[in-house]
């Protein structure tokens, strides 16, 4: 176990000042505003940057050190950051990365997240004014998605979360409260069901909640990758011939792969034909409604029961802020309500107040997501934000377009919102489709663009899931350009 007098610190003298704020405001507040300055820099000239570059071992040096026993100076600490992390990261916030469904955040964002840090509330509960901020959000959620008065929401970590809370509700609806306390049973016998698209944390989520991924009817989908919902209807009777107990449909608005989006308005009318509950992963796509020109491609998200998506992605707040929207808020009290005596509430002062996230989600203590995306819709307001998808999935068509136009690329699957699926094929159309990983892999190591790869029917494809507001045709060209120049050299004779 680890011992401050064994490691050579000294015992504090309890009459020492303990508090950890510093003696010299002042030289705090020039150091801050380098600090800031830093990141604004940092900011202002990302395309000047690569997407990413590895961090070599000096850098990875620095955070294999023994524990700290005595401080360092704030500066000191800042320059391992400026100089070895700061150069290194993901690359999620550069224009031309374009890999995995990552939004890149913005400067309003950035600085409503030192508000919070600075305020550092717990939004667990209790009678204060960043509680009713993230009310304001709910009752904005219901606003965008055109949900009853009655629907309540949840900020969580993201949507992975969210789909395994939309799994809670779903069994407690279907089970009734005391499935909490007794447990599954084996005449529970519960079945879902989602596309063979489902992002993966939809069967992690049945794993977790001890209903078991096996219970997860994959259901094959149609030629635009989406749902097929004769063959969902057929596996609903198939189950319920055996006696299962069929509780819960989820539907994708905007499948990871390549974006797809369900039938959502046919997907409801299973769900109310076979008394099931209706979950949307609108991780990727469902704030697209925000776009006049894509809203008509979510039509029937508003009559879902559940829904989970990410400010963090589309609505480019930093990291993290996912959300759950559910159209009866006291189905989340009766999923996660409990008493508790150090929880008492009280008629007024701070242990009052007559909404406490406690009660709505399974976290007690919550950070202030609500306050940065917030910020982000007052500062930007959502037209702004709608007109940026757009702008995505303009690009996305494009270079669909330009992929199809070129004789050694082959576009892969339809682009439904911003994702595109293509792969090299080569001159002569007969490339191996492993050439694509070492595509991948060259264009990471050069830093200009940054796709990812994921594999439909069983072959390695290139995707390109264009989500940044920063994001330009400059790097849609970039993109098509360096692929073609690394490919072409896989293209020659091998010695």
């Not at 034909?273 to 609108?282: I, K, N």
């Not at 490919?487 to 091998?494: T, V």
Request: hydrophobic share 40%; glycine share 10%; proline share 4%.
């Amino acid at each position: 176990m680890f011992s401050l007098q064994e490691a050579g610190g000294a015992a504090i003298d309890r009459h020492e000042r303990t508090s950890l704020d510093p003696d010299d405001w002042q030289a705090l507040r020039k150091q801050g505003h380098r600090m800031l300055d830093d990141m604004f820099d940092h900011l202002q000239t990302l395309a000047t940057k690569p997407v990413w570059q590895h961090a070599p071992s000096s850098a990875r040096a620095k955070f294999d050190v023994p524990l700290p026993i005595e401080g360092s100076d704030l500066a000191d600490v800042h320059a391992i950051f400026r100089d070895h992390i700061l150069p290194y990261g993901s690359g999620n916030i550069h224009p031309g990365f374009m890999g995995w469904v990552q939004g890149g955040g913005t400067v309003t964002g950035m600085l409503a997240e030192m508000l919070t840090g600075g305020l550092n509330a717990n939004l667990g509960g209790r009678d204060h004014m960043p509680i009713e901020v993230e009310r304001q959000i709910i009752r904005w959620t219901r606003e965008i998605f055109s949900f009853p008065e009655t629907a309540g929401g949840i900020f969580l970590t993201g949507a992975s979360q969210a789909n395994f809370v939309a799994v809670q509700i779903a069994r407690c609806r279907k089970l009734g409260r005391d499935v909490r306390a007794t447990g599954l049973t084996d005449e529970s016998r519960l079945v879902a069901y989602a596309s063979s698209e489902v992002h993966g944390c939809v069967p992690r989520a049945f794993e977790m909640s001890g209903i078991g991924s096996d219970q997860l009817r994959r259901i094959a989908v149609n030629e635009l990758g989406q749902i097929d919902i004769d063959a969902l209807e057929q596996a609903i009777l198939r189950d319920r011939q055996e006696g299962l107990v069929p509780f819960l449909v989820i539907g994708s608005a905007g499948t990871v792969n390549t974006g797809a989006v369900d039938d959502l308005t046919g997907l409801r009318h299973i769900a109310d034909s076979y008394d099931l509950h209706f979950h949307v992963d609108g991780a990727l796509g469902a704030l697209g409604v925000l776009s006049p020109d894509l809203a008509h491609l979510f039509a029937g998200i508003g009559s879902c029961d559940s829904l989970a998506f990410d400010f963090h992605k589309w609505g480019q707040v930093p990291y993290d802020a996912g959300f759950l929207l559910v159209r009866d808020s006291e189905w989340q009290r009766q999923t996660f309500a409990s008493d508790a005596a150090y929880l008492s509430r009280a008629a007024s002062g701070l242990a009052g107040g007559d909404w406490w996230p406690c009660d709505y989600g399974p976290d007690l203590s919550r950070g202030f997501r609500a306050l940065k995306t917030w910020f982000t819709l007052k500062t930007y307001g959502v037209k702004a934000l709608g007109d940026a998808m757009s702008a995505n999935c303009l690009l996305a068509r494009e270079l669909a377009r330009r992929i199809e136009r070129e004789p050694a690329l082959k576009l892969l699957a339809p682009v439904a919102l911003n994702i595109v699926c293509f792969a090299y094929v080569g001159a002569s159309g007969t490339m191996p489709a492993s050439v694509n990983s070492h595509i991948v892999e060259r264009l990471h190591a050069e830093g200009c663009v940054a796709p990812s790869l994921t594999h439909l029917d069983g072959q390695p494809a290139i995707r390109a899931a264009i989500v940044n507001h920063r994001t330009r045709q400059t790097d849609m060209d970039a993109l098509v350009r360096s692929v073609l120049t690394i490919g072409s050299q896989q293209d020659l004779p091998q010695c």
